[in-house]
């Protein structure tokens, strides 16, 4: 079982191939090795960028199998995410995948590789195009074409990869390897999980076992045992709450008992899943939002999906494949999508004062430096208006 890794290590300087160079190496379907190179990646051929992680391995969100799977020569490039302007404007944003082929180090005037199952001539040969590949960004179907699935790099991720047992041990050495991780995120990671992994099985002494794993994630991770105890039962219908929430304001998450009575037993709110594992580290902290999302491919399928409430992403809050089962380490960076009811509005004190934007910083580093139950005040809309009222009438009795 063969797993060529790439050549390239977190970190490093590189140069996107032209387009020219990158379409001789796909086949008739827009790919190479299953990866499709889609329209949306065209405008950063003959651009420099950082590797932000090699992706050895990724998770399976296509089959929802959930678990990690091989790749082979392929990386993520820093702040190169997915547009969706070729895909129905998909608002997912997903970290693209960067095959070694497309790529070479800045400076370097060498040829395209030769890379398993990648033969330059039989490929430009196929005279794959710029309308070939906007052409594949839709299956053929029956359907009419406003009907037609979409495909993209995430609904053949699986087709492209490998399957990965958790076990292998090579994976966790590629991790350290190629810059992704230090040796002891990596070792921190595999012994949380381990425990995690025991506690159902212990034969004896489960309690006492309990109290020792808890203990342990508060020391190497902040946190107590990923658990959730939702509060409404599994068909019943779940609250909702609307804050119109627009990019660049400031929220808090609000903290899991909170959340928990927003969810049922299959933790769901209207549909939308709260991930215990991932998403309740981020539980308490403070956090700019990214944008509202109404729209996104369903990877199972490539139908569009629209959302009957918009979700919304944060900046920086993404899936760290530190806690989910099956999946550690993997550097896909998925944004988490969070209901409006699980997060509070923050309003920022002394909005008139010129040095509030580096105090709002610091407050944000502070906060989410800590174990979440720090934060900036939340000041309600009242207040505001009778501070900035109050400040106006100390300035006019000074002039």
Known sequence: MTWSLSQFRAGDLIEVRSKEEVLATLDEDGCLDGMPFMPEMLPYCGRHFRVSAVAHKACDTARQTWKNRRLQATVHLAGLRCDGSAHGHCEAECNLFWKDAWLKRVGSSRRLPQTPGFHATTNAASGCTEMHLLANTRLTSDLDDADRPYSCQATRLFDASEPLAWWDPRQYVFDVLTRNCSVGRVFRVLWLASIRWFLPRTPFGYNLFQRFANWMHR?????????????????????????????????????????????????????????????????????????????????????????????????????????????????????????????????????????????????????????????????????????????????????
């Not at 068909?235 to 998450?253: D, F, H, K, M």
């Not at 209207?270 to 491919?297: N, Q, W």
């Open 219 to 399: 020391v190497l991770a902040g946190r107590t045992l990923p658990s959730l105890n939702a509060k409404i039962t599994r068909g019943a219908t779940t609250p909702s709450e609307r804050l119109n929430l627009q990019p660049g304001e400031l929220v808090r998450i609000k903290p899991q008992s909170e959340i928990e009575k927003t969810i049922d037993q299959s933790s769901r709110n209207r549909g939308l899943s709260f991930d215990v594992e991932e998403m309740a580290p981020y539980c308490g902290r403070l956090f700019r939002v990214h944008k509202s999302v109404t729209k996104i491919i369903h990877e199972a399928t490539g139908n569009m999906r629209h959302m009957k409430q918009p979700c919304i992403m944060l900046e920086g809050v993404v899936c760290q494949g530190e806690y989910a089962k099956c999946r550690l380490n993997c550097q896909r960076a998925i944004y988490s999508y969070w209901r409006e009811i699980w997060l509070e509005r923050v309003y920022e004190p002394a909005l008139m004062d010129a040095g509030t934007h580096e105090r709002t910083k610091l407050a944000i580093m502070t906060a989410n430096g800590s174990n979440g139950d720090s934060a900036l005040p939340i000041v309600c809309q009242p207040e505001r208006v009778h501070q900035r009222d109050s400040l106006q009438r100390t300035q006019t009795s000074q002039v």
